[in-house]
């Protein structure tokens, strides 16, 4: 496995950031609005500090989106890692375990105490992954599972 250099994306690198993110919802049939408009909406996004965008290798071989947001359990801010993609033929090579490790710097750099993420239930090779970098989904003192939930706007 190799050593992977992971770097925050700038404006500038909208359109692969879009890419990456675009083959990553088709890989898994869901529904994408196509890299135009992830661009344009991460040509903005990206100037700000609420969004953070990781990537790693050159030319890119993954992806990381992290948001980030007020909280009133903490002094820092809560962390959700919405994104970790890595290409298929790189898969295995420590791309997301660099992306990974760089993002929970990011986050401890901000003054995050914790990295949140939401996996399916179905995806255990993603579930397997996290599990084995220490992410649970079993609250501290508590016995059963956490879930997300969501609804349509």
Do not use: C
């Not at 820092?76 to 660099?98: F, I, K, N």
């Amino acid at each position: 496995m190799g050593t992977w250099e992971v770097r925050r994306a700038a404006a500038a690198d909208a359109g692969v950031v879009a890419g990456l993110l675009d083959a990553f919802n088709r890989e898994f049939d869901t529904p994408t609005p196509g890299v135009e408009v992830l661009a344009g909406r991460l040509e903005r996004l990206l100037v700000g500090d609420e969004l953070v965008v990781l990537l790693a290798g050159e030319p890119a071989a993954g992806v990381a989106v992290l948001s980030f947001r007020v909280n009133v359990w903490s002094e820092g801010p809560a962390v959700v890692l919405d994104e970790l993609y890595v290409g298929p033929g790189l898969r295995g090579q420590g791309v997301g375990r660099a992306m990974l490790g760089a993002a929970g710097e990011v986050a401890k750099g901000r003054g995050a105490e914790a990295l949140e993420i939401h996996v399916d239930g179905a995806d255990t090779d993603a579930r397997r992954f996290y599990e084995a970098h220490g992410f649970v989904n079993v609250e501290p003192g508590a016995d059963e599972p956490m879930y997300f939930y969501y609804r349509d706007l």
